[in-house]
Each structure stands twice: as structure tokens, then as C-alpha cells.
């Protein structure tokens, strides 16, 4: 079946760039995601992008694709403590209603 | 506007005992899904819905029961309670414009079995 990997724990010192790394197995995604979930809290959609795409930039999220590589990446320029959470990467197949999501990576921004 | 909301926020229960998650959007979305978090496995879907009046199974259905009660609402129940389903559960929908599948969350239910 489809797979999404994740590291799952980085840690950034406040101002530095992070750059969360996910992978997957399914050849026939359409549409890859970023996630980000607070403590407590449901998942929130931060950006995504079509499988047609090399890059997507939004503000201080850089996404990059890979399709060859099976590889997406989400950079975070300029990190805050306010950008500590979990970040999830899914992806969606052809034909494919739901998602599937990685195990999610624990950014840590410390001051 | 309060997208997606769920209740109850937290439960405990018994094992062997029975209770109904609930679950609703004010989108007008068309789909809606039940996954269940736990940690370092991040999200599995449990079931889901495309439209009113249908459900499918999803990676982890066993244990649990579905209905799709109206196009806002969509409940989960658990019909005998096992501690293996203590868990966080979200529900989402999504209106599936073209391919895109944007899922919204609601905020979780925090079920204990003990």
C-alpha cells in the first residue's frame, strides 16, 4: 500500500531555516500536503502542492518537489517559537478519496 | 462559520462499554472521514463517506461503526470498547473540486479505555 515517511523529531534555533524532509511510495500521487497541528489542537492545512510542480513558495514556506525521488520537503525561513509544532506531510492519490499522512515531525524552535 | 466541530472533547470509558463520537460541518462539504492518531503513527483513517448516504471502510475499520446521519453530520461509534482504542480521534471533511482534497480538521476527541 501507499507510504509516507518522516523524520520524526528537529529542533532549530529561532531565526535559522528548517527544512522538514518527507518521503513517499506512490507513484501515482496527484497532490502532496503540509500539515501543521499545535498541542491540543486539530490539523491545520499550511500549503500543498500539484505533482506537476518542482517548487511552491508561500510567505516563509518554501515546498519542494521531487517527483523522480519520491521526495518533498518543507522549508521554514526565518523560524519562530510560534512554528513549533507537528508537521505532517500526505499525499493523495489518483482515484484516491483520502489521505495518507506520515507519522508527523516534531519541529522545536528553542530561543 | 465554525467549520468542523466534535463532541465530546474527552472520554473515558470502560472497556466493554459503548459510546458515539459525534461530528459535524457547516461547509456544506460533501465528504467526511474519521481517522484516529496515536503516537509516532500519525494519522489512519478509520472510515469515510463521499456523499451522503454512502460509507467506505478505511486502513483501521475494525472496532468501530459509522453513520452518515445527514450531509453536516457524520458519527463514529464504538460498539464494545477496547483499551487498543485509546486514541485521539479527528473527523474532516472536503469538497473534492477537481482532485484537489483539501481536508479541514476538527479540534479531536481524547478517548481513554481503561
Known amino acids: 500500500g501507499e507510504d509516507v515517511e518522516q523524520s520524526l523529531f528537529l529542533s532549530v534555533r529561532e531565526g535559522d531555516s528548517s527544512v522538514i524532509n518527507c518521503t513517499y511510495t506512490d507513484s501515482s500521487s496527484t497532490y502532496l500536503y503540509w500539515y501543521k497541528q499545535e498541542p491540543g489542537a486539530g490539523l491545520q492545512l499550511l500549503t500543498y502542492i500539484f505533482s506537476n510542480m518542482d517548487m511552491k513558495q508561500d510567505q516563509r514556506l518554501t515546498v519542494l518537489l521531487n517527483k523522480k525521488d519520491k521526495h518533498l520537503s518543507l522549508r521554514i525561513a526565518d523560524t519562530q517559537t510560534g512554528d513549533s509544532a507537528i508537521y505532517f506531510c500526505?499525499?493523495?492519490?489518483?482515484?484516491?478519496?483520502?489521505?495518507?499522512f506520515g507519522s508527523g515531525t516534531r519541529l522545536q524552535v528553542q530561543p | 462559520n465554525a467549520g468542523v466541530t466534535q463532541t465530546p472533547k474527552f472520554q473515558v470509558l470502560k472497556t466493554g462499554q459503548s459510546m458515539t463520537l459525534q461530528c459535524a460541518q457547516d461547509m456544506n462539504h460533501n465528504s467526511m472521514y474519521w481517522y484516529r492518531q496515536d503516537p509516532g503513527m500519525g494519522l489512519r483513517l478509520i472510515y469515510y463517506?463521499?456523499?451522503?448516504?454512502?460509507?467506505d471502510k478505511g486502513e483501521v475499520p475494525n472496532g468501530y461503526n459509522v453513520s452518515r446521519l445527514n450531509k453536516r453530520e457524520f458519527s463514529l461509534r464504538l460498539e464494545s470498547a477496547a483499551p487498543s482504542q485509546t486514541s485521539v480521534y479527528f473527523c474532516a471533511s472536503s469538497d473534492l473540486a477537481g482532485e484537489h482534497n483539501e481536508q479541514f480538521f476538527g479540534p479531536g476527541t481524547r478517548l481513554t479505555v481503561l
Open positions: 500526505a499525499e493523495a492519490g489518483a482515484g484516491r478519496r483520502a489521505l495518507t
Open positions: 463517506s463521499a456523499s451522503e448516504g454512502t460509507t
